[in-house]
């Protein structure tokens, strides 16, 4: 088997009763692993009873997207990992592309499908729609969606193409490459982590890509929705992590400055909005940054490439210039 389909799941009992069934099917020459986050329902239960076949690994507790993989992935052996969202619903032939490239192409490391909506098949889906970019302040948007703008799927994106990021919702990475990069950064816990791990990948010369040969649907939000404050919280912080540990020498201290002014705007925005708890989550961010900002400047790579942004400000794109969308920026 050339890949391991690595499903990481959290009390997700009836997530995976839904949509295993769809990885399975469509994955027969596959290994399928469910790497367990020391759930308290019934996962395993159900697991052993309803998916004899699937090799399950049992962290020894809830470590988050990233430790939680990283412990688990320490006993999978395939050449290719795609790891996978426990709300993934996938389709038949979604692995043999992803395949082709990684035999044919040795440089590239990363890859990620065209991640349609499960709740509206006809559009892109949040979390990584047809591929991910950062603008030069490190913000994420995608093609297919920027900030809350979600395209229609109308076979604009049909080309396979190099992005900056793929999505960790459905995300294949070369076991070399992950075990090379020491995996997700543990201090991330989750959200984000997977742009950090394509940042750092890139800097090492590997790139990332785009295929909409292989097609999978999301239903997002199932562990953590964005009305959740705790989201909030890890999107700000681990986006300040993020630029620490990659930005190039000369831009580290500018950039960040800038990106701290631009969540203390956010938050004015939070509170205007009634969302208090929100605005917190901004701040509670912010002193953990500054916490944790000596250990992640340690982190940073001898290389750091200037070339890692596709746009100077997706903010002012989408909300000044009303560009929203991707072909348009």
Not at 95 to 119: G, H, S, V, W
Not at 223 to 245: D, G
Not at 265 to 278: C, E, N, R, S
């Amino acid at each position: 088997m050339k890949t391991a389909v690595v499903i990481l799941n959290w009390n997700g009992a009836k997530l995976l009763q839904q949509f295993l069934p769809s990885v399975i099917e469509f994955s027969p020459n596959a290994t399928i692993y469910v790497a367990d986050n020391a759930s308290t329902d019934t996962s395993i239960e159900v697991l052993k009873k309803e998916f004899p076949t699937v090799k399950i690994i049992q962290n020894t507790g809830n470590f988050g997207f990233a430790r939680g993989y990283n412990e688990a992935l320490q006993f999978v052996e395939e050449p290719y990992y795609a790891l996978v969202n426990s709300d993934i619903e996938v389709t038949e032939n979604w692995l043999n592309p992803i395949e082709r490239i990684f035999d044919n192409e040795p440089k590239t490391a990363i890859i990620q499908p065209k991640l349609l909506d499960y709740k509206k098949k006809t559009h892109f889906e949040y979390a990584g729609g047809a591929g991910g970019f950062i603008d030069k302040y490190g913000y994420p948007f995608c093609k297919g969606r920027i900030f809350d703008t979600l395209e229609a799927d109308l076979g604009q994106y049909d080309e396979e193409t190099e992005v900056f990021w793929a999505t960790g919702a459905c995300f294949f990475i070369r076991k070399e490459v992950y075990r090379t990069l020491q995996g997700f950064d543990d201090d991330f816990f989750a959200h984000q982590e997977e742009i950090d791990l394509c940042w750092r990948a890139n800097n090492l010369g590997f790139t990332a890509k785009y295929c909409p040969a292989s097609v999978v649907y999301h239903v997002g939000g199932a562990t953590l929705n964005e009305s959740n404050p705790k989201k909030t919280f890890l999107n700000f912080r681990n986006s300040l992590l993020m630029l620490t540990k990659n930005l190039p020498k000369g831009k580290l201290f500018p950039i960040i400055f800038t990106r701290l002014c631009l969540d203390g705007i956010a938050g004015v925005q939070f509170i205007f909005q009634g969302k208090f708890k929100h605005c917190f989550a901004i701040l509670k961010a912010h002193f953990e940054f500054y916490h944790l900002i000596s250990r992640n400047k340690k982190k940073r790579n001898t290389v750091q490439k200037t070339d890692y942004y596709y746009t100077k400000s997706i903010v002012w794109s989408y909300f000044v210039k009303k560009k929203r969308t991707f072909d348009t920026l």
